[in-house]
Structures are given as C-alpha cells and as structure tokens.
Antibody, heavy 112, light 104 residues
Framework: EVQLVESGGGLVQPGGSLRLSCAAS????????MNWVRQAPGKGLEWVSA????????YYADSVKGRFAISRDNSKNTLYLQMNSLRAEDTAVYYC?????WGQGTLVTVSS | DIQMTQSPSTLSASVGDRVTITCRAS??????LAWYQQKPGKAPKLLIY???SLEGGVPSRFSGSGSGTEFTLTISSLQPDDFATYYC??????FGQGTKVEIK
C-alpha cells in the first residue's frame, strides 16, 4: 500500500524557516517525480514545487522561487521542502504527492 | 508560466444531471492534464490522467476529453457522492482555480 506521510509543519513567525518532510513507502520512490502542493484555508489548490525522480531537476511556482527549496533522499525514501523567509500568505496545508497518491497534509501557520 | 483557467467557478445541479467543467491552458500542454475531486477536509483524489484516461476505481460516469489548450471533465449522471470541488492541473504544475459542484 502506498503511503505518503508529511511532517514538520507548525507555527512559525514571519521571516522564519521550516523544513517539511514526506516519508514515502509502498512504491519505488526513486522512479517517481514528486510534488508539493498547498492549500490555504478556504482556498484552492496551489502547486508549489516539483522534483524529478533522480533529483536532478527542480521546479518552483513564482510565489516561492528563491525562498523554498525542494530536495529528496532516495536512500531514505524521503522528500523535503525547505521553506525560508516565510510570509503570512504561506499559511496553508502542505501536501506531498505523486499526483496519483497524496499524503494527509501538514499545516504550516505563519504568524506573529 | 502556464495559466490554467477553469469554468464555471460554481455549478448548481441535481442528481442525474449531466455536468461539464471546462479547463483552458494559456499554452499547449498536449494531453498532460489531470482532473481531481476534493471533498472538505480531505486530500484531492485523482479522477482522470493524461486528459482522458480514467484512474482505476473511478466510476465510469466520469470522463475527460481534450488536448492542447482546451479540456473538459464530464459527469454523465451526477450522483450524491459527486458533490465536491473539482480541479484541473497541468502535470507537475499549475492548478485551475476549482469548480464547486453544489446541490440545486
């Protein structure tokens, strides 16, 4: 059974940093591109970032470019999202996803 | 960046109705489009991939069509479980703004 389990969310002050993790199991992790998608309270889905299976190619939404960094450790079947210079508008539930499979999400709240 | 525009934003329909949602891409994305269903408090669920391929376990009343810049999701006969919000997404990229399907 495919499982994606996010962790690392929480409350952080504006300008702060947070690192999200996503532990994957039940499939050949290194064969799949992975994405981070977020959803602000009461809003639609927003694609944040993607990374190729080998990790050599990364992509970002304009809203997070230069502040967020996606990475993966295929030896640990884990996806990461390093989030720096956080803003109030980054407050959202963050999902890791293969498109077909989704985690349960982790809530990031940026507030003073 | 490619923009994805969905219409309508909200749709009121009755059980048994045929429902169509449109998604337009700002430039050609070939058939690299997915459709999702999301219910409140839940993660999205993949319905359609590569514009027209039905995901395993998804009822056959759901269908997708289109290529290039114009895509549609059709529900042939709306069921009570189908009242939800639907999103299109270009592969590994932008989502449409969503279409909420409400009970009429």
């Amino acid at each position: 059974e495919v499982q994606l389990v996010e962790s690392g969310g929480g409350l952080v002050q504006p300008g702060g940093s947070l690192r999200l993790s996503c532990a994957a199991s039940g499939f050949t992790f290194s064969s799949y591109a992975m994405n981070w998608v977020r959803q602000a309270p009461g809003k639609g889905l927003e694609w944040v970032s993607a990374i190729s299976g080998g990790g050599g190619s990364t992509y970002y939404a304009d809203s997070v470019k230069g502040r967020f960094a996606i990475s993966r450790d295929n030896s640990k079947n884990t996806l990461y999202l390093q989030m720096n210079s956080l803003r109030a508008e980054d407050t959202a539930v963050y999902y890791c996803t293969t498109m077909r499979h989704w985690g349960q999400g982790t809530l990031v709240t940026v507030s003073s | 960046d490619i923009q994805m525009t969905q219409s309508p934003s909200t749709l009121s329909a009755s059980v048994g109705d045929r429902v169509t949602i449109t998604c337009r891409a700002s430039q050609s994305i070939s058939s690299w489009l997915a459709w999702y269903q999301q219910k409140p408090g839940k993660a999205p669920k993949l319905l359609i991939y590569k514009a027209s391929s039905l995901e395993g376990g998804v009822p056959s009343r759901f269908s997708g069509s289109g290529s290039g810049t114009e895509f549609t999701l059709t529900i042939s006969s709306l069921q009570p479980d189908d009242f939800a919000t639907y999103y299109c997404q270009q592969y590994n990229g932008t989502f449409g703004q969503g279409t909420k399907v409400e009970i009429k």
